[in-house]
């Protein structure tokens, strides 16, 4: 929500040709590591006892990629890396300050190394290293439970609210300014929500330190864990979603910069394949909002992804409001209009007979695109309402005309979101299919409803859900559909067979602090539901057997997750991508994967190496 820097800034020309070299001394650093650098030991708190649940992070050579596992209840660690050479090695745990040793490791060394953590200096330097969740909970709401709910709804969820970036003290006046921005890229507050949103954000993020204790919850379950990160783009990318293809590669795409990304987990390798020109302004078809300048460069804004089984590769262009397709062996995109005035393509999915299936959030509807065929066909969904209907209507037109007057939003002024709030747009969301009987489901974020579309009829049900906030939905293997839900802090489901919900509500790291579950994914074969938490840097997975959750604290600052997916060995990974990706403890966005017994595999792999020597 902060004024972003213009595209030929120094920043962003040094940002790039930073990257540049990083990569290059990377891939350097990577080939000549061809065996495993490792380290081991002990964390230690200050006061000399054991760190249970500390992170200990090892970054390569060119501070391009890490690794983390997490410390048992004796303190203990073992990480077996990719790395060799000038290693920087930093332990991390919530409400103590980071250690951070650099070590010269040769390839196959197996390191003993032991660490303590540091207590903070100051106040302040304890306040600037909570998450967004510390500092959110402290704002004064006059009434916490009708005031805030719209706040999570319009301001949490493109990027963190409260990190350091954001909650830079600002008058009441350059508040409203901020939120203006704001409306200008989709925000729908009402206008005595707007002021009040002003009025509180002034008072509370006024530059002085919060306090605040945080339980990231370890456990010997969290001790097998390990955690990868590759860092990729820049800092003004917005890697919008990722997904693991069939060559068990990872896909992101670049909502902002119109590029496709390519990671190779494997060789370390990162390619980039920039989408072809289309003769559309910057923005595409929102050209007259107030796009972020700097991060959205593009004309398609490619956004989320699927897999049809001849390994193209299928996203929506939310932008140009198209879908498009790579061959990843040709490196080759084909381009598809949507037509019929569809507004922000949003999640795709392919379903089992190779249909490629999408939300179209802005105008209402779900698409349906036959890749054999060719051919496109657009379902309008119930309006929810006579003001929706409006908008369903009219919005369209209104695009248009802002369009004339390029990044001006002035839409925002002719808009009925003023009197009314979110009640304007049903804004269908996430998507998925029920592996039961194939039919296609989806979520209405504003409209707080799941729908149900029959395949071959087309005739269309939905359910109240009930809390407020559903996003990205998926099913489990029973033809279960587990729900987050954005705006109260929760996990839902709904059985499709009894038609029954369940809620659970997530626990905070803190008392007085809420979560902001984005995405999630149910592993079908275990039927364990992974899904993001937001708000305070960590992701979770919860267990519908134990009805538990298990969490993972992240070890970048500023977190926030997209999707997620599943790789043949057994890690999910998602993209790390707050907007703007300056605002990130790195200042660049990245791909992040956890293996969740990683680390038991690298202490069986260090154990059998040391059997075969002599």
């Keep these: 929500m902060n004024e972003l820097h213009p595209l030929n800034s120094p920043l962003r020309v040094a940002a790039e040709i930073a990257s540049l070299i990083a990569v290059i001394v990377s891939l350097i650093g990577f080939s000549s590591a061809s065996h495993a650098a490792s380290f081991t030991g002990t964390v230690s708190l200050p006061d000399g006892k054991p760190a249970y649940g500390a992170m200990v992070t090892v970054f390569d050579a060119a501070k391009e990629k890490r690794e983390t596992v997490y410390t048992d209840m004796a303190g203990k660690y073992t990480i077996r890396t990719a790395y060799a050479g000038a290693l920087d090695v930093r332990v ?192 595409g078809k929102f050209s007259g909002m107030a796009l972020p300048i700097g991060v959205f460069t593009g004309k398609h804004g490619p956004h989320s992804m699927g897999e049809t089984s001849d390994g193209r590769v299928w996203f929506t262009n939310s932008l140009s409001s198209t879908i498009m397709s790579f061959d990843p062996v040709k490196k080759v995109f084909k381009s598809y209009p949507v037509g019929h005035d569809a507004l922000y393509p949003h999640t795709l999915r392919v379903d089992k007979n190779d249909m490629v299936w999408f939300t179209i959030v802005a105008s209402n509807q779900m698409g349906r695109f036959d890749p054999k065929t060719e051919t496109m066909t657009v379902i309008n969904l119930p309006h929810n309402g006579f003001w929706r209907w409006v908008t369903d209507k009219l919005f369209p037109t209104l695009l248009r005309m802002s369009s004339w007057v390029p990044d001006k939003a002035l839409m925002i002024n002719l808009s009925h979101h003023r009197f009314f709030g979110e009640k304007i747009m049903a804004f269908p969301y996430g998507i998925d299919f029920n592996p039961v009987d194939g039919s296609v489901w989806y979520a209405k974020l504003y409209a707080s409803k799941i729908g149900r579309i029959d395949p071959k009829t087309m005739e269309i049900t939905e359910y109240d859900t009930p809390l407020k906030g559903p996003r990205r939905p998926r099913f489990d293997a029973k033809g279960v559909f587990w729900i987050p839900a954005f705006d109260e802090s929760a996990l839902m489901s709904f059985d499709t067979a009894t038609k029954k919900f369940e809620t659970f509500k997530i626990p905070g790291v803190a008392e007085g602090e809420y979560e902001t579950p984005y995405a999630l994914n149910v592993d079908r074969k275990s039927g364990e539901v992974w899904l993001a938490a937001n708000n305070s840097d960590r992701i979770l997975r919860f267990t519908p057997a134990t009805k538990t959750f298990q969490s993972y604290a992240s070890p970048t600052r500023v977190t926030v997750l997209r999707d997620f997916a599943f790789t043949e060995d057994g890690r999910v990974c998602s993209s790390s991508s707050n907007l703007p990706s300056y605002a990130i403890e790195d200042q660049r966005p990245s791909i992040i994967c956890i293996d969740p017994i990683g680390a038991d595999k690298d202490r069986a792999a260090l154990a059998a190496a040391s059997t075969r020597k002599p």
């Excluded at 709401?141 to 963190?160: E, L, M």
């Excluded at 729908?188 to 509370?204: C, E, H, N, W, Y």
């Excluded at 693991?244 to 990304?261: A, P, S």
């Design 92 to 283: 991390r745990l919530a409400n103590f300050e980071d250690n951070r040793v650099t070590k010269t490791v040769k390839a196959d060394e197996l390191l003993p190394l032991d660490l303590s953590l540091k207590v903070f200096a100051d106040l302040q330097a304890a306040s600037d290293a909570l998450s967004a969740s510390a500092h959110n909970a402290k704002l004064p709401w006059k009434d916490v439970a009708t005031d805030r709910p719209g706040f999570i709804s319009q301001c949490n969820y493109c990027h963190q609210m409260g990190n350091s970036t954001t909650r830079i003290p600002k008058s009441h006046e350059e508040w409203m300014g901020t939120i203006t921005k704001m409306e200008g890229i989709l925000a729908i507050p009402t206008a005595s929500q707007k002021t009040m949103f002003a009025d509180v954000l002034s008072r509370g993020f006024d530059g002085k330190p919060v306090q605040a204790l945080h339980n990231y919850g370890a456990s010997p379950e969290l001790a097998k864990a390990k955690v990868e990160e590759w860092l990729l783009g820049d800092a003004f990318s917005f890697i919008h979603d990722a997904d693991v293809m069939k060559d068990q590669k990872v896909y992101g795409t670049d909502e902002g910069h119109d590029i496709l990304w390519v990671l190779d987990r494997k060789t370390g390798v990162i390619e980039q394949n920039h989408l072809p020109d289309i003769d559309l302004p910057r923005g």
